[in-house]
């Protein structure tokens, strides 16, 4: 699946001369955590966030400033929080480096995008307009069909034990000295790993197996001696 599949195309905006205090009730009113900020022709301009207004005068919850950091970066990032803080122009407290995808960037680059810059949802945007945005309630609603797709599946085509054991063997977690059997749906494992972990890996993957239904556990965890 890619950003196009999970995406919401109906997104909220705003223009940068909005008021803060409009921002506050959108996204209040819309039980939403960020909303993009757009031209007249639906550029991309920025990104307002709950954590842009969470750093306020009005509610005595602005930035402090430290004389040091002053002294060894300048005045310039007081003045930046003194923005933040005091604006009433969405323009003026908007992120304007917004971390953005195209329609068909894959699920796993927008995970690694959140996970890296640490933020809640990335615009898809077309030749810089906006068209829709992606955030970790999509990717969880994505999950939820996957789910039910498995769950179908597994009851269509059973796996074959080979591609079953072939399927397992290129985990590079696999111990190698475990076997599993699948007889009509019961599967049956037995052999020694090293660490509950790897017998908790082997357990999920051959529960994640079309056509399992239950699972006989008998590996050993036994930390089994090197030779050096």
């Known amino acids: 699946m890619n950003a196009a599949d999970v995406m919401v195309t109906k997104v909220i905006t705003v223009q940068p001369d909005a008021s803060v205090r ?3 009730k959108i996204l209040l009113a819309n039980r939403i955590s960020a909303v ?3 031209d007249k022709s639906n550029g991309l301009l920025g990104i307002v966030s709950e954590a842009d207004l969470i750093r306020r005068a009005e509610i005595g ?8 950091l002053e002294l060894l970066v300048g005045n310039q990032l007081s003045a930046q929080d003194f923005i933040k803080s005091h604006a009433r122009r969405v323009a003026d407290v908007m992120t304007r480096d917004v971390i953005t995808v195209t329609a068909g960037a894959s699920l796993s680059e927008i995970v690694h995008l959140l996970e890296k810059h640490r933020i809640k949802r990335v615009p898809v945007v077309d030749k810089g307009k906006i068209i829709g945005i992606v955030g970790r309630a999509n ?7 996957s789910q ?22 290129a985990e590079p977690w696999w111990p190698g000295n475990v076997n599993v059997i699948i007889n009509d749906g019961a599967a049956q494992l037995w052999g020694i790993v090293e660490a509950q972990v790897q017998k908790d890996a082997i ?10 239904r239950t699972i006989s556990n008998e590996i050993s965890v036994h930390r089994i001696p090197r030779a050096y």
């Open 61 to 68: 919850t602005e930035r402090s400033s430290s004389r040091w």
């Open 148 to 169: 039910q797709d498995i769950s179908g599946e597994r009851l269509k085509a059973p796996v074959s034990q080979a591609d079953m054991v072939t399927k397992l063997e």
């Open 36 to 38: 993009p900020v757009v």
């Open 203 to 212: 357990r999920v993957a051959v529960e994640s197996i079309p056509g399992v």
């Open 139 to 145: 990717l969880l609603q994505a999950l939820l069909r």
């Open 22 to 24: 409009e921002v506050a």
